[in-house]
C-alpha cells in the first residue's frame, strides 16, 4: 500500500512538472537571437492643406537586426537593436540608428531614442492590457493583445502564430486614429499600420492635418 501511494505521488508530481513546463508565456513573439533580422518597405505620409505639398510621402527600406549583448545603466543584459534605412530605389544606406532592446522576465522592453517603451508584457493574452510608456517621460499609452495566437497570411508569408497589440482606435467628427502592431513567434514585428488624423464630418478621407505609417513586410530570418 506505501509503495502504491509513493508511485502515485511521483506520477503526480511528473504530471505536474509537465502541465508547468508545457506553459507557452509567448516570449517567441519578442526574439532576442544575435543575428535576427526583419525587412520591410516603409511608407510614411504626411498630410497638411495648409502648405505645399498637402500630402508628402515617404518611402524605403528598413532592415531590423539584433546585434551583440549589452549591459545597460542598471547592470541588465540588453541586446543592440540596429536600424538601417535603404533608398528604395538604389539600395544606398541613408540611416543608421542603434537601440536596445531586452525580455526582462514579465516585459519585452525597446529603448527607441532614448525613450523606453514596453513592447510587450507576458504572458500574452487577449485583453491584457499594459502602459507603453510606464518607464518614460511620455503621456500614458494604453494598449492591449488581442486575436492571439490567430494563424495569418501577411503580404505572402503564412504564420501560424500572431497577436496584435492594439494601441488605439477612435473616430468622431474631426479625429480618425488607429494605431497596431502584429507580432508573429519566433519573428517579431510583421506588421505596422499608425493613422492619426484631423479629419472634416466624419469623412476619413477628408484629410486636414495628421500622419500615417505602414510597415510591409518583405524578409526575415538569420544572418
Known amino acids: 500500500m506505501k509503495k502504491t501511494i509513493i508511485f502515485s505521488a511521483l506520477l503526480l508530481g511528473l504530471f505536474a512538472c509537465k502541465e508547468k513546463a508545457s506553459v ?16 520591410y518597405e516603409v511608407t510614411e505620409v504626411f498630410h497638411d492643406v495648409n502648405i505645399i505639398p498637402q500630402h508628402d510621402t515617404n518611402r524605403y527600406r528598413l532592415k531590423t537586426l539584433i546585434g551583440e549583448d549589452v549591459l545597460d545603466n542598471v547592470g541588465r543584459v540588453n541586446q543592440k537593436f540596429f536600424q538601417y534605412r535603404y533608398d528604395l530605389q538604389t539600395g544606398d544606406l541613408i540611416d543608421e540608428r542603434v537601440w536596445t532592446r531586452i525580455l526582462d522576465g514579465s516585459r519585452g522592453e525597446v529603448v527607441e531614442e532614448n525613450q523606453r517603451l514596453i513592447k510587450m ?17 511620455m503621456d500614458e499609452q494604453e494598449v492591449f493583445y488581442s486575436n492571439v495566437d490567430e494563424n495569418q497570411v501577411i503580404n505572402g508569408f503564412d504564420f501560424e502564430e ?7 482606435d477612435f473616430f468622431s467628427l474631426v479625429d480618425y486614429r488607429v494605431k497596431y502592431e502584429v507580432y508573429a513567434k519566433g519573428v517579431g514585428l510583421v506588421e505596422k499600420n499608425f493613422k492619426d488624423f484631423t479629419i472634416q ?14 510597415y510591409k513586410l518583405i524578409d526575415f530570418g538569420v544572418e
Open 24 to 39: 507557452d508565456f509567448g516570449f517567441e513573439y519578442f526574439p532576442i537571437n544575435q543575428g535576427a533580422f526583419v525587412e
Open 121 to 137: 508584457v507576458f504572458s500574452v493574452k487577449n485583453d491584457e492590457e499594459w502602459d507603453v510608456n510606464a518607464f518614460n517621460s
Open 201 to 214: 464630418n466624419f469623412d476619413t478621407t477628408d484629410i486636414q492635418k495628421g500622419t500615417e505609417v505602414f
Open 162 to 168: 500572431t497577436c496584435k497589440v492594439n494601441y488605439e
